[in-house]
Structures are given as C-alpha cells and as structure tokens.
C-alpha cells in the first residue's frame, strides 16, 4: 500500500462550523492542496463521505489502483476523509474511490472541490494551485461605487463557447484570446458588466453549463485557471465589472458527479418529491442539511474571493423556492405550515446573501426569479430574501408579447406596455432580454418584430430605447446589441458578418449611444429602484399609441424628457406637458442615421411655453419620429 501520512488541514472550530452549516470558506479545507509535511511536498486530500466504509484516492501516480492510498476518517463523526500523499503534485489526475455501507457499493467520483478539472469528456480531477499576480487593485478599491444599486449597470450576457469561434480551427476562444477580444467590444460598447453563462465545469455541452460537475473550477475548455483570471482581470482593467452564473438549484446525475456520492442521498434530498427535478432530469440539493449549506456557500464565497467576481446571479430561484414547482397534485408536499414554500431553500437564500454581503459588501447577488414572491430583493433584516436585484420576467414577458403585435392592434394593448409600472418599485429590478428568449423556437428578438425590414430595425431601436430608459437595470444577450437574425446555437459563433449590413451595424451604435446615454444622465440610474425617479406624462394616449414619462435623479434639475411612439405614423406637433420652464434639448433620438433610421423629425431645441397641459403648468409640442423613442433634457 501506498505511503498516506495522518495529517489534517481542520482544527476542531473548523469542525464544528462544518457541521452547525456556518463554515464559508470550506476551499481553504477541502479538496487538494499541495503543502509540505516534515520538509516533504506532497498533496493533502479531504473529502466528505459519511458512509463510506473506505475512501482511497486513485489517480495517475498509483496507475489508478484501488486501496493504493487510503485516507483515514476523522475520530470527529464529521465524515471527513483526509490524508496527505507525498510526491503527488501539481497536474497530477485523481478521483476518490468511495467504498460505501450502502450494499457495498463502490463508486469512483470526481472530487468536488477540485480547483481544475480534466478536459471534458474525461472527467477526473486535477492537483492544481496557482499564484495569480492580480493587477485589478484600481477597480477592486472603486467597485463598490461601480457596482451599487444607484450605478449604472449595464449587463452584456455571455456564452463564451459560442460568442466568436476560430471558424478555420472550428473551436472556441480561449480565455486569453476572450482577455483581448471580449474585453475591446464590451469597452467598446460601453457596457458596464459583463456576465458570463456557467464557467464552472461540466460534462455535457447543450446543457450550456447549468448542469454542474466542477463546482469550484473554471471549465478547461478555454484554458487553466489562471488563464480565466486573466479575463477578469482584463475587464477590471478597463472598468469592467464581471458576474457570474451560478447555479445552486440542481445537479446532474452523471456517475463522477455529486449524485449519491458516498453511495447516500448526501447532497440531494432523499425525498424524490423535493431531491429530483423533473423538468430537468437532475438532482436537488438538500438545504436543509448543514454540511451541504456549507459547501453551497463556500463556493458562492470562493468565486468572489479567489475570482474577484464583482456578483453572481443566480439561477432558477424560483424552482428552489416552492415545493410544487413544476409538480402536478400528489407529486410535492406542503411544508409544516401547510404552504407550499420550501423553507429549507429560503433559509438558505437568506444566509447566503447575509454572508456574501458581510464578506464582499461591494458586490451584487441578483435573482432569476419569475414569480410574485415577495421581497426577494429586499433585505433579509427585514423579512427579504436579501438579493441585490431581481430580473424583472413580467416586463420582459409583457414587452416582447406588445412588440410582436402589429403596429394598428397596439392601441388595444397599451396596458401590456404600462402595467410595469404599477410593481417596478416592489423590487430592485433589471430588465432581462436574456438567452432564455432565442431559444426553442422563440425566434431571435429582431425576428419577432413584426413589418418590412425597415420596420423591424425601427422596432427593435424603439424597444431597446424603451428599455434603456425604464426603470431599472438592463441585461441584453449577445447578438441581440446588433439584430442578430438566427436563434441562438451554442454550437457555432454568433453572426458577425451582418456588421457590414448599415440596419445591423446601426443597431449596434443603438447600443453603444444608449448605453453612454445611461451612464452620462444620473436621472437614469441614480433612483432606478426608487418611484420617486419616475413620473408618468402621459401613459393613456391609446389612439396615437405615444407615452411619455420623466426620469429623475437626486437634482431637480436633471431631469430627463422621455417620449415613445408605437406606431409607423410620425407624430408631428405633439404635444407633452411639462414640469419647468425654459428650453428642451434633445439628447437622443433612435430615428438618426447612425441607427439606421431617417434621420428626420429631429428637435434640437424647443422652447417650452406656459400651458396647462397633462395636470402641468408648461408644455411643449414635439415630433416622435415613426416607430420612435426621443429623449430631451430640461435646459433651464
């Protein structure tokens, strides 16, 4: 048998904060770390296994051999398994062999804190320690002005498989390539985050990483860990912020993978009614078991640590939230209360975010949420969820469903638009065009417009001038900056030869002025979450299909001027009531040339008169140019 040294990284407090579900930074313990015993290098092993009668590791350096090197179980009841092997380094290939009590069952699993893992469709874990030189300082001592909840925020959604391809190699980018590339376009589009699809690894390619295997490593697809810091770091460098997809609701059950692991239910429920996930096929985990709230939040934790993450959003919410999710009578049952909350899941919500927000007070979690639950957003002293923001489904569901409409059945359905506004303020929203939408035959965002082409571009330019200019923060997936034509397919790069198109490329200035027009004007985000930065102007006009609103920030004077018109039909000498006197300025109108558009019904100064005129003191008439957003400021 091979050499195994009795050696432990755990003092018995790390122990008992294991145990009590309280331990955040269980990376530090668990796993592989390479360190010195009595002058030897080698590599410490631990893993969690309760009933398992033995755990031997078995890798490339004992040519895979069952009972070469066996770890020794704690005297502690915790179920740890630990030891140190010498002469095993960095790169070295490992799995854990897991005799279990359970009917003998003997099952070889990748280790679930391994910091990098084999290429997929291999699956063994890798030995790996870096000593990243971070050069993000500048940012990380600004973030949290750059990432707080009266900031703009600007989020550009990423697939890094599928984003751009080495077409002539028929492969993706690499993470450096991604450092160099990703990180020019999205300065260059002036969005203020990026947030990236699951990079933690996993086996199976159309799952688009929402099925993990390899919590606590970036995917080897791209590149090293290191090599993915090198990405984050690049978007710090250029006033970046970075968020990640992290996915806590589920798991696969691939045999190398977390599923029954040390031959239990250990860290899925074992009620089939709350531990399995029948839209998904895969595994729940058990949040009310301490051990395995511990792991979920030291990875949470691990990623803006080791990562400089600057948030994480977070997937499927609501599935975890409610027991009948997705369950038809009989298949779910009611928690002690009778309802049909899942407790365990909203306990865990609550400490997660508690933690994330004491540990890293300038970051963001944000919530793909899609039901009415309430306070999701709101803080957890009082009675919230505690998330930073929430996705805003019900916006996005209701806009996509008004734009598909032709232009003459709009003016039935206004309230589709409007009714946003009655719950904007209920949480801290973002505004969700995500990849969710160009999928399964959706059809892409510019293909559900309806009309000719020029109509289409005219409705894509008016949405998004819409959704800049909402309430809220913003989120758009990639392709959609620039009308991308197809749905969305992970397997091949996004359509980048419609940039010699003027109606594409023009969508793409959309883009970039919109996101400038956000950043420059604090009445566009300084009280996005906030009713008293939005007042209504006019949202009753059915017949001409216009409203117009005000955005506000914390100056009364920078307010802004906000008018859409829904229809093909210029609206010419129309007029809006206002707040004040003296001139408005235009600062945005999505017919410019630059967009694609026309160019005309352009005001570049208008002189506001004293009128009553929609409950107001002054008004002014202005022209919304077809299918048409413009945007003024108050010149006093």
């Known amino acids: 048998m091979g050499e195994v040294i009795v050696h432990s990284l755990f003092s018995d407090f790390d122990i008992s904060l294991f145990k009590s579900g309280k331990h955040y930074r269980l990376y530090e313990k668990m796993g592989s770390h390479i360190i010195s015993v009595d002058g030897v290098k080698g590599t410490y092993f631990a893993v969690w296994a309760p009933s398992a009668k033995s755990v031997s590791v078995i890798g490339d350096f004992n040519f895979w051999t ?16 630990e030891g140190f092997i010498p002469e095993v380094g960095k790169g070295s290939t490992y799995k854990y062999k897991i005799h279990s009590h359970n009917n003998d069952i003997k099952t070889e699993k990748a280790d679930p804190y391994a910091r990098r893992c084999e290429h997929p469709p291999k699956t063994a874990s890798v030995v790996w320690e870096d000593s990243y030189d971070w050069k993000d300082a500048k940012w990380m001592k600004k973030r949290k002005k750059n990432n707080a909840i009266d900031a703009p925020f600007s989020v550009y959604e990423v697939h890094l498989g599928s984003w751009k391809r080495k077409i002539e190699e028929n492969r993706s980018l690499s993470y450096i390539e991604l450092a160099d590339e990703l990180v020019s376009y999205v300065k260059e589009m002036n969005f203020t985050h990026v947030e990236l699809m699951p990079v933690m690894e996993y086996p199976y390619d159309p799952s688009w990483g929402y099925q993990l295997t390899g919590y606590f490593a970036p995917t080897s ?251 809220g923060t913003n989120l758009l997936f990639m392709g959609a900056e620039f009308g991308q034509r197809e749905e969305w397919n992970f397997q091949s790069s996004l359509d980048w030869h419609l940039l010699k198109y003027d109606y594409h490329s023009g969508i793409k200035n959309l883009i970039i002025d919109l996101n400038t027009l956000y950043k420059s004007y604090p009445a566009l985000y300084e009280k996005q979450f906030d009713a008293d930065g939005f007042e209504w102007i006019s949202y009753d006009d059915h017949e001409n299909s216009v409203v117009a609103y005000i955005r506000k920030g914390n100056k009364e004077e920078d307010c802004l001027v906000v008018a859409c018109n829904f229809t093909p039909v210029p609206r010419t000498n129309y007029r809006i009531g206002l707040p004040s006197k003296g001139r408005l300025v235009q600062l945005f109108n999505s017919n410019d040339k630059n967009y694609g558009g026309t160019g005309d019904f352009r005001d570049d100064q208008i002189t506001i008169e004293k009128m009553d005129w929609h409950y107001r003191k002054y008004a002014s008439e202005i022209n919304i140019p077809p299918l048409g957003a413009v945007v003024f400021k108050i010149d006093k």
């Open 66 to 81: 069952d009972g070469e090197h066996q770890l020794n179980v704690r005297w502690d009841a915790s179920g740890i398994w």
């Open 221 to 471: 697809r791209f590149g090293y860990p290191e090599e993915f810091k090198v990405l984050v770091d690049k978007l710090h460098q250029n006033d970046i912020g970075i968020l990640l997809d992290w996915v806590p609701s589920h798991f696969p059950e691939d045999v190398h993978g977390l599923g029954f692991f040390d031959g239990s239910c250990l860290y899925e429920h074992p009620d089939k009614k709350k531990g399995y996930h029948p839209d998904w096929k895969s595994l729940i985990f058990n949040y009310g078991r301490n051990e395995v709230k511990s792991f979920l939040i030291s990875n949470a934790i691990f990623w803006l640590d080791q990562y400089h993450a600057d948030g994480l959003r977070v997937d499927a919410v609501a599935s975890m939230l409610f027991l009948d999710y997705s369950r038809e009578e009989g298949e779910w049952e009611p928690n002690i209360y009778g309802g049909r909350e899942n407790l365990d899941a909203i306990d865990f919500m609550k400490e997660l975010n508690k933690e994330v927000y004491r540990s890293f007070p300038d970051v963001q979690t944000i919530a793909e949420e899609s039901t009415s639950f309430p306070m999701v957003s709101k803080p957890t002293f009082l009675g919230g969820l505690g998330f930073g923001m929430k996705w805003m489904m019900g916006w996005m569901h209701d806009t996509l469903q008004y734009f598909t409409k032709e232009p003459i059945y709009r003016k039935h359905h206004q309230n589709d638009l409007t009714f946003s506004m009655t719950y904007a303020f209920t949480e801290n929203f973002m505004l969700p065009l995500s990849h969710d939408e160009v999928v399964y035959g959706k059809k892409s965002i510019i293909g559900r417009m309806p009309g000719d082409e020029w109509q289409q571009f005219a409705n894509l330019r008016l949405m998004y001038s819409y959704m800049f200019t909402h309430p």
